[in-house]
């Protein structure tokens, strides 16, 4: 079963609107949400995290949003901008060494946003 | 600085063949991970090290597979008697340190093909 789940595969957006990427998770125990970007033949980069402790982390162009309650988060890209057309994914981790391991990733299936000129 | 390398990047290999992957971590991170990704998946967990510690391998999904990681430095994926399903992207990451905040850092992956 997915502990982690983006359920939008794709999103296209038009250059400076707001991009919302969602992203669902089921395990309690997760404490720390990231965000990571991919381009096509690249590894995935880092975009943004998020402590459970938080609701809100804003870096420049990008904030992302927890709501613990209803195990949900979401990324807003504002304005967003073609360059910004990559795969987004969501991924969780347990610090507390749930499962037997310590800071692996739990990753969504990602969400391919494209930014239209 | 440089970052995490892999090689080779692609590889194609006929079923039943042996394969090994490689990876090259930052300088200085002590702990690297391994996923895969197949078509239209997300990121599946393989197997981590820690330093010197025994390494996880609860995410790797058959004795077929197997890591190593020489002087706490480079690590070598190994998949023998290579099936179809193995057709992935695999994906190495390094961090400074588990558990932290932190951030891990991908190479560009190994795209295998199993004919």
């Known amino acids: 079963d997915q502990q982690v789940k983006q359920n939008s595969p794709s999103l296209s957006v038009q250059e400076g609107r707001i991009s919302i990427l969602n992203c669902d998770y089921t395990n309690s125990m997760f404490d720390y949400f990231l965000w990571y970007k991919k381009y096509p033949a690249e590894g995935p980069t880092f975009l943004i995290s998020?402590?459970?402790?938080?609701d809100k982390n804003e870096d420049g162009r990008f904030t992302v949003f927890l709501n613990k309650s209803a195990k949900h988060l979401s990324l807003h890209i504002v304005p967003s901008q073609p360059g910004d057309s990559a795969v987004y994914f969501c991924?969780?981790?347990?610090?507390?060494?749930?499962?037997?391991?310590?800071?692996?990733?739990?990753f969504g299936k990602g969400t391919k946003l494209s930014v239209k000129p | 600085g440089a970052g995490v390398s892999q090689s080779p990047s692609n590889k194609v290999t006929e079923k039943g063949k042996d394969v090994e992957l490689r990876c090259d971590p930052i300088?200085?991170?002590?702990?690297l991970y391994w996923y895969r990704q197949s078509l239209g998946q997300g990121l599946e967990f393989l197997i981590y090290f820690q330093g010197n510690s025994a390494p996880d391998k609860s995410g790797l999904p058959s004795d077929r597979f197997s890591a190593e990681r020489t002087g706490g430095s480079v690590s070598t994926l190994t998949i023998q008697r290579t099936q179809q399903e193995d057709s992935a992207v695999y994906l190495c990451?390094?961090?400074?340190?588990?558990?932290?905040?932190?951030?891990?850092?991908f190479g560009p992956g190994t795209r295998l093909t199993v004919t």
């Open positions: 998020i402590s459970s402790i938080k």
């Open positions: 990451a390094s961090s400074l340190a588990p558990g932290t905040a932190y951030e891990q850092y």
């Open positions: 300088s200085g991170h002590t702990a």
């Open positions: 991924a969780a981790r347990n610090t507390l060494n749930y499962g037997g391991s310590q800071g692996n990733l739990i």
